[in-house]
């Protein structure tokens, strides 16, 4: 896909959307930004390559303009979800679709650079990242700094669009592979995960960047973290406080999360908070044959009941 046939894309819509949102380069090479195109000259800022690493669909709840969005196959799950809850008017949104091959990890290109100042990044090809510091230029292979949400992506083509720039491109991991990591900690004992999560959570610095990247943390301003009427857990930092907010967070997430990754991407302390939701989304997969953001005529879990779900033998608990 080349960037001049998405610029055209997105010149295009401006005939009927009032802006467009989408990537331009960030304050160094290594970084993007979303943008809000509003004029065909703005447009010509535009790009995209494995640097746009954020969820642009999460402006779309707050945006009251008829707006296009430019997603990536995982990002397109938060519109589809959005539709299922009725949080946009998808007839007021165009969605420009592009295929993936996959994203970098910021915090793993920096890692192998030294933390070096970036004065520049290519790629050669889907398979190799270039990057160029003022020690001079360094060969990386993608799989080596792929965000780790694209080892297990099972849509890297948008699920659904108005435009595709690109060629579709298929998965090649399975659903039993993509969950691998997470059966694999699901399959130790209750004391192993107990201790693996109070390792991890133990970083936390209850910051709440995870829960404002996150774009089905639709609460906003009545988060009960922050919620003092009721006053559900305190803002204490200790090990208890913060394995509270995770399972809240999480549970709040239940047959919602799209696993963009933005948790994960925005945690300043590297905790593996996506594994939590992944994990809850097999038990939906499982229970109610349910994946968040996939197929539009879907009707979440959470948001019917039934007395006997087929599933779930409620009278033997």
Known sequence: MGPEKLKE?????????????????????????????????????????????????????????????????????????????????????TVIGIPCTGIVSIKKVM???????????????????????????????????A????????????????????????????YETAYKDVAELAAKS??????????????CIRCYACRNACPM?????SCIAESRDPHWISQKSNPTEKFMFHMIHALHLAGRC??????????PMGIPVNMLKRKINQDMKELYDYEPGVKPEDKPPMFTFSVEEKKIEEHKL
């Not at 209750?190 to 970083?203: G, I, P, S, V």
Request: net charge negative; with cysteine.
């Open 9 to 93: 894309v997105i010149k295009e819509a401006l005939k009927d959307a009032e802006v467009v949102i989408a990537y331009k380069e960030g304050f160094d090479k290594l970084h993007s930004t979303p943008c809000f195109v509003t004029t065909p000259e703005e447009a010509d800022a535009v790009i995209f390559d494995p640097r746009c690493v954020q969820n642009l669909a999460s402006y779309l709840p707050s945006l009251k303009k008829k707006a296009a969005v430019v997603v990536k196959g995982c990002d397109s799950r938060t519109i589809v979800q959005y539709m299922q809850e009725a949080l946009i008017d998808r007839g007021k949104v």
């Open 111 to 145: 890692a192998k650079t030294g933390h070096q100042p970036i004065l520049d990044v290519t790629f050669p090809d889907k398979n190799t990242v270039v990057v160029k510091t003022p020690k001079g230029e360094q060969k990386m292979a993608m799989a080596d700094v």
């Open 147 to 174: 965000a780790d949400k694209c080892g297990s992506c099972l849509y890297p083509t948008p699920v659904v669009y108005d435009q595709l720039v690109g060629e579709p491109i298929e998965s090649d991991k399975t």
């Open 190 to 203: 209750l004391e192993e995960k107990k201790a693996y999560w109070e390792k991890e959570f133990d970083r």
């Open 217 to 221: 943390c639709v609460c906003q301003d």
């Open 258 to 267: 799209v696993e963009c990754g933005e948790c994960e991407r925005a945690c």
